[in-house]
């Protein structure tokens, strides 16, 4: 058995209202005044590669992407943000949350589950929370990006258009285009046990992003779950699904 994590839409513990000044700053430095021209060239506006960079912390590495400009590559060292200002005091944080433009972040146990139950995997740097006075909220985080990728989505035909639906556009010549992704809506646990997962696909992961399917966050497997709930550890709504 799997589990799906999916993050409300509102702010709280596992969502925190704010944003990365310091790093949109040296983002900037480094797109004005360092980056090489022909790099420069390549993104041609400074928003796009600020938003290829955020891309790195939820998208999948060495590909090229719908929309990027070039194939992207593992965070560099001036990408990692250093600091999260809040827009609101802080009163609780999650042991997992994600921040503004996907950016994931634990708390100092969850990191030692997920390098515990999955080591080598995935990725972390040193994080500080600051409070809207600018006051570190207390506590050891960290940023960290999801290192795998699987395609275990099976596309059930009976809930197609209930649960799920194909991603498409249309081309040139008015043609819809399947995209090969799709799109999973629900809201209850009742609707994610009908989600269906190839457990030959998932064998050895346990936490990974699905790449062909939008909707839930990613998935940890039931080792990882068993790890999270023996450490007491709070995480945002998660929801089991099927394994075939």
Excluded: C
């Excluded at 940023?143 to 249309?170: A, H, K, N």
């Amino acid at each position: 058995m799997a589990w799906a994590v999916d993050f409300k839409s509102e702010i709280g513990q596992f969502f925190p209202d704010g944003d990365f000044p310091e790093l949109r700053e040296r983002l900037h430095a480094y797109f004005t005044q360092e980056m090489p021209p022909e790099d420069k060239a390549v993104f041609g506006h400074e928003v796009d590669y600020v938003g290829w960079v955020f891309g790195k912390f939820v998208k999948e590495i060495g590909v090229l992407h719908p929309g990027d400009r070039t194939v992207l590559t593992a965070l560099l060292d001036h990408e990692w943000p250093r600091a999260f200002q809040t827009e609101r005091k802080i009163r609780s944080l999650g042991s997992l949350f994600k921040t503004t433009n996907k950016v994931l972040a634990v708390d100092e146990a969850m990191k030692d589950v997920i390098e515990e139950v999955e080591p080598g995997i995935h990725r972390f740097r040193p994080i500080t929370f600051l409070q809207p006075n600018s006051d570190p909220f207390p506590g050891s985080y960290f940023s960290m990006v999801i290192g795998q990728f699987r395609d275990s989505f099976i596309p059930d035909p009976d809930t197609e258009g209930d649960l799920w639906r194909r991603l498409s556009y249309l081309d040139e010549n008015k043609v819809r285009i399947f995209t090969g992704t799709y799109l999973f809506s629900a809201l209850t646990a009742e609707r994610y046990v009908r989600l269906s997962l190839s457990g030959a696909a998932t064998e050895g992961a346990h936490l990974w992003r699905e790449r062909n399917l939008r909707g839930p966050d990613f998935f940890i497997s039931d080792a990882m779950y068993a790890a999270i709930k023996k450490a007491k550890l709070k995480i945002p709504q998660h929801f089991k699904v099927r394994e075939g």
